[in-house]
């Protein structure tokens, strides 16, 4: 469940899939920046390093940034010059060497490239939404009726293909087989053999920290990598395990568990819903007890670090979160102390 409404950047996470990419070992990071409809980048001190000349962009990865003009896109290096041209119509960042990338053409117009802008995989699908599963397995759909499946790098079927099926992340994977109101809606492990199945639901769709988030009797509990009960259901909502943590909330209180299920610390009063620890930091919102939807963050012992004073709010990353007000027509970047690094103008979508 997320309550948050997008800012100019939601979109651009989104695109990340599974978590922001990392930028270069080593080097400081950049970040987009708008200046009201172009986008450049900044450094982690607020100062311009690429000057907005782009239509939109994402956060670097692996050293190349997406970035769009004229309707396209293609990626740039850490001094903003155009190393993959920009020619595509939709794209995402770099993950392990290889990043997915959509042509345009009017049947099978997605494939993967790499860093250099070579096919690794010729555009063979209609959509991919992950290349970085065991082996290299990519996630994706060639057909509308034949359903999502897990493909090798040549285009050839592997597993599946699934009703509906999410990325592997720590060799799992959540699929569905079956129509839209089967019950076979479970885990495989990277040879596509299903797990045991128990009598719960699964809520989360991927694992994190060894975990993952289930529904028994509408409660929330957590389930290990090999289909044990870790923590036994017992809460209303809750996200993923992130730096030790889960967030959860029972009977409207959101407090932080570790992985025993030992509740570590208590959340403010007020706040209606977290998100998992980033940085160091929980992304909440604060409505229960005032006007209007605010946004701050709580760190792992439950305590205000930056009060909710925002409109809008993404995780922090890399230092620094992605803020806004929509009155002032404000956005900006804040260090983990809720102090305003760089401050800009809302871009326009």
């Not at 992950?130 to 057909?143: F, H, N, S, V």
């Not at 006007?291 to 620094?320: M, T």
Request: hydrophobic share 40%.
């Amino acid at each position: 469940m997320n309550r948050r409404r997008p800012l100019a950047l939601a979109v651009i996470y989104a695109l990340l899939g599974i978590g922001c990419g990392r930028q270069m070992s080593g080097a400081s990071p950049l970040f987009p920046a708008p200046q009201g409809p172009t986008w450049g980048f900044i450094d982690n001190r607020g100062k311009t390093v690429i000057a907005p000349r782009f239509e939109a962009a994402l956060p670097y990865s692996e050293g190349l940034a997406a970035v769009k003009r004229e309707g396209r896109w293609g990626y740039i290096d850490r001094n903003g010059s155009e190393v993959i041209p920009i020619r595509y119509r939709a794209v995402q960042s770099f993950r392990n060497g290889v990043a997915i990338v959509d042509t345009g053409l009017p049947d099978h117009p997605v494939g993967v490239i790499d860093t250099s802008g070579s096919w690794v995989t010729p555009p063979l699908f209609r959509s991919l939404s992950a290349a970085d599963g065991p082996d290299g397995l990519l996630l994706g759909q060639k057909e509308p009726a034949e359903g999502s499946g897990f493909y090798d790098r040549t285009g050839k079927l592997v597993l599946g293909p699934y009703f509906l099926a999410f990325p592997f992340v720590q060799g799992r994977a959540r699929v569905k087989t079956g129509g839209r109101t089967s019950s076979g809606d479970w885990l495989i492990d990277a040879s596509g053999t299903l797990l045991p199945k128990k009598p719960v639901v699964l809520d989360g769709i991927r694992f994190s920290e060894g975990l993952i988030a289930i529904r028994q009797d509408r409660k929330l509990g957590y389930m290990d990598l090999e289909g044990n009960i870790a923590i036994e259901p017992r809460y209303d909502q809750g996200g993923e395990f992130a730096e030790r943590f889960a967030a959860v909330q029972l009977e409207g209180h959101w407090m932080f568990i570790d992985k025993s299920g030992t509740v570590t610390a208590e959340f403010p009063a007020g706040v209606a819903f977290a998100e998992p620890l980033s940085d160091g930091l929980s992304l909440v919102s604060a409505d229960r007890d005032q006007p209007g939807r605010k946004y701050g963050y709580v760190g792992p012992n439950g305590k205000w670090a930056i009060l909710p004073i925002w409109d809008d709010a993404q995780p922090f990353h890399e230092g620094l979160a992605y803020v806004g007000t929509w009155k002032a027509g404000k956005t900006a970047y804040i260090d983990r102390k809720g102090r305003i690094i760089w401050e800009g103008r809302n871009a326009q979508p």
